[in-house]
């Protein structure tokens, strides 16, 4: 079969598709490529990847009818495609292309303004800022992102973060959305996103499943049409309780109503069959009907619900909490607030950085977890690749943006992100569909969604939230790794108290663990016929004494004493601690008659030994080693200085 054509990175004849085997390649034809089949058909082609990485263009490209250009390549430097990946795909962009992407756009838009609505309501603020950030977002990554699947706006657990440091003031999360954004951009431009790997994934499964539970718990309030209940997990969950005889049957009802129609819709989704070609039209129609309803799932029950509330209110009879008045317009452009003036005064700047504390680090770095997991995710289903590094620009440039929107900090979303998966978008410019339907819903719709019942908004966030709890990770921890589910039930049990209390204390634990290992690496002892010690991993300054402890106990420590040989085949790299605890061991060995000998030295630990100075006895094998050290003729240990020792090609 004939190599997938891909992109060429330098000068290329017009409309020629080049081979990853150059030579193979016709010299002069040209050649017309015909639409993949299953593009035609309206579906996702096969091999529709594509993904910036480092710069580099993508492995196999989506066919596509070649455009005329001149002969020599008019593609732009490789630099300017890393900051604008747009424009690996924008120049081949084709009708078949926008129609998927309109289509997608479409549904993702019918998600996420009323998720928008909802998750304003998670986060403490009036419903209009969870649409003014919902579109930002959709044009940033339309330009920087390197995933065509990923949207980037409002979500659940960020809009946790947000009513967790803003006091419910619009203008704390406007100014934490800037300064969010300022770190993000720091943290890429300085490298920085290593820091994201200290956050264990049973930290993150434990933050996330206790986020779900704040978050549902949170509505049940709103589902019951509860009044006056306090925003504090423990507070709340009391007073919900205690309020129960206040419930109003109407919210109640159609809350119950909302969830049970969003939870069929939903397992309809996951039992839709594929659109095959030969599929008759008639059939092709049905299911394409009942795809679009359950992938529009939210917007269907929330126009339903607010219709229903709509006529009783023409009745006059109002049986349900409604959203309520929303400022009406697109948000107006200014520089985020730097100060806020309140009835006690002006509160400045200094003080709204240190009222806000610790949000300024965990928001950030749960934004970018978040939305870097997302696009891996989904990059790694649909096989492209991402930009690491520019996924947090995008993500950055985005909340700093925002700001200036009146955004509160956003991320990429998972749920919609699926959809848009689901739905057979092409490219990024999905996003703009999205982008463009949320402004239109801003200055249209908004008289609209006074009717919409808090209820039907309280199931959206239920539904939104419940695949976030993971029930199944301790069984599998438990399975795989038990010490895992210390950090695990650390960060789950914490986050009810304090969000950064929760993520920050699960990452110590991880690292102590992590620091745990270094310290006392595991070690293979073999005790005939020599006394073999095999560290099963790298030797840094904290093993020093446990590797002391596991030689000297079983050589020196035994009567009559005894060599030993210290097998370092899987030691890949040694720091100056180290060296000085080896030093004494040879004294201490040597002052007895005794040898400690090193086995299997790898090329960087032998270069270390030998700045060092220090002294040793070196066999390429454990069988010589042994050899010597019975006192068998014939064997002779090797110097540092010798050319001739083979270096053990055991990778590191």
């Known amino acids: 079969m004939a190599a997938a054509p891909i992109l060429c990175p330098g000068p290329i004849r017009a409309g020629l598709p080049v081979s990853r085997d150059a ?55 490789a630099a300017l495609r890393r900051w604008l990946p747009l424009l690996a795909w924008l120049p081949h962009y084709s009708t078949q292309w926008l129609r998927m992407d309109l289509v997608a756009g479409l549904s993702v838009a019918l998600t996420v303004i009323p998720q928008a609505l909802a998750y304003a309501e998670v986060a403490g603020l009036p419903p209009q ?63 920085l996103g290593f820091l994201l790997d200290f956050i264990s994934c049973p930290v993150i499964k434990g933050f996330t499943s206790a986020a779900a539970i704040t978050i549902g718990a949170g509505q049940i309030k709103n589902l019951l049409g509860l009044q006056r209940v306090p925003r504090q997990f423990f507070l709340q969950l009391y007073h919900t309780f205690r309020s129960l005889g206040e419930t109003r049957v109407g919210d109640a009802v159609l809350g119950l109503v909302c969830l049970l129609l969003l939870l069929l819709l939903r397992l309809m989704r996951a039992h839709v069959p594929p659109v095959h070609p030969n599929t008759p039209p008639g059939v092709r129609l049905s299911l394409g009907l009942v795809w679009t309803a359950t992938t529009a799932r939210n917007a269907l029950v ?15 009879y109002r049986p349900f909490v409604l959203t309520g008045e929303i400022v009406q317009g697109l948000p107006a452009v200014r520089v985020p607030p730097f100060s806020l003036t309140t009835a006690n005064g002006t509160v400045s700047f200094t003080q709204m950085v240190q009222d806000m504390g610790a949000g300024l680090a965990v928001v ?12 891996k995710a989904f990059a790694s289903q649909n096989n492209y690749r991402i930009d690491a590094n520019q996924e947090l620009l995008s993500i950055g440039l985005t909340n700093v943006l925002g700001s200036f929107f009146s ?29 463009v339907l949320v402004l239109l819903s801003l200055g249209y719709l908004t008289s609209l969604f006074y009717y919409i019942p808090k209820a039907a908004l309280a199931a959206v966030i239920i539904m939104a939230v419940a695949p976030l709890l993971d029930a199944g990770v301790a069984r599998t921890l438990w399975r ?55 560290p099963a991993s790298g030797l840094h300054f904290p093993a020093v004494e446990a590797l002391r402890e596991a030689v000297v106990s079983r050589a020196l420590g035994v009567s009559p004493p005894r060599c030993a040989v210290l097998e370092c085949s899987h030691v890949c790299s040694l720091d100056y601690t180290v060296v000085l605890g080896l030093r004494e061991l040879l004294e201490d060995f040597r002052r007895q008659g005794l040898t400690l000998a090193l086995v299997g030295l790898q090329e960087p630990v032998r270069h270390v030994l030998l700045s060092a ?23 002779q240990p090797h110097s540092f ?12």
Request: glycine share 8%; with cysteine.
């Open 480 to 534: 795989v790794r038990r010490l895992d589910l210390l950090p695990l039930s650390v960060t789950f049990l914490l986050c009810f108290w304090e969000v950064q209390y929760g993520i920050l204390a699960g990452t110590l634990v991880s690292l102590l663990i992590l620091l745990h290992s270094a310290a006392w690496p595991s070690m293979q002892v073999s005790e005939w016929p020599v006394l073999v010690v095999q």
């Open 23 to 77: 030579s193979a390649a016709p010299p002069v034809t040209r050649h017309r490529l015909r639409p993949h089949p299953r593009c035609s058909a309206g579906l996702r082609p096969v091999g529709a990847t594509w993904g910036m990485a480092s710069g580099k263009v993508m492995e196999r490209a989506m066919p596509w009818a070649p455009h005329p250009a001149p002969r020599a390549c008019s593609c732009p430097p």
């Open 302 to 316: 929330v126009s339903g619900a607010t219709l229903m509330a709509y006529s009783c209110d023409v009745a006059g």
């Open 613 to 635: 100075d220090l002294s040793v006895q070196h066999f390429p094998s454990l069988e010589e080693a042994e050899r010597y050290l019975s006192q068998e003729p014939g064997t």
């Open 407 to 435: 955004s509160f900090p956003v991320t990429g979303s998972f749920g919609r992100t699926a959809v848009n998966a689901q739905s057979g978008v092409c490219t990024p410019a999905g996003g703009l569909v999205t982008g």
């Open 364 to 375: 950030p770095l749960i934004g970018l977890l978040e939305s870097i997991a997302v696009a």
């Open 129 to 191: 800022y969870g649409l003014y950030s919902a579109f930002v977002g959709c044009f940033v990554y339309f330009f920087l992102g390197t995933s065509r699947d990923v949207t980037l706006g409002p979500t659940a657990i960020m809009s946790l973060l947000v009513s967790s440091y803003t006091f419910r003031e619009p203008a704390y999360a406007v100014l934490l959305a800037f300064l969010s954004g300022c770190v993000q951009l720091a943290m890429r431009f300085l490298c």
């Open 641 to 652: 200085s010798d050319d001739s020792v083979p270096e053990p090609s055991l990778p590191c």
